[in-house]
């Protein structure tokens, strides 16, 4: 009954470390799974902010070149509209406000 006690016993601190070793290595390859995953989110987080970046600098240049578009299409309004009232100032100047109509 003793020897039966003793492999029972021997039996069971095997198995102990049997799964000791093998609650090392889980532990060892869920840790560098984990590094390995940090690696990524640190790499992914870094190619975000790139690319944030350069959409940021993107839209600005769009921008920008709207606000020209806007700016020559007002300026050669604009332009458009002292030609015009220069045309009509001639006009009164020379006293012939039928030719106006004409012109249009």
């Given at each position: 009954?003793?020897?039966?006690?003793?492999?029972?016993?021997?039996?069971?601190?095997?198995?102990?470390?049997?799964?000791?070793?093998?609650?090392?290595e889980t532990t060892r390859l869920i840790s560098n799974k984990e590094e390995t995953f940090s690696q990524k989110l640190e790499s992914n987080e870094k190619r975000l902010k790139e690319i944030q970046q350069a959409l940021l600098l993107a839209e600005n240049e769009l921008e920008k070149k709207f606000n020209q578009t806007n700016t020559?299409?007002?300026?050669?309004?604009?332009i458009e509209q002292k030609n015009?009232?220069?045309?009509?100032?001639?006009?009164?100047?020379?006293?012939?406000n039928d030719k106006e109509e004409d012109e249009d």
């Open positions: 009954s003793n020897d039966h006690l003793k492999q029972r016993l021997s039996k069971y601190e095997k198995d102990d470390e049997l799964l000791n070793q093998q609650l090392e020559y299409i007002n300026m050669k309004r604009i015009h009232q220069i045309r009509a100032l001639r006009q009164q100047l020379t006293g012939d």
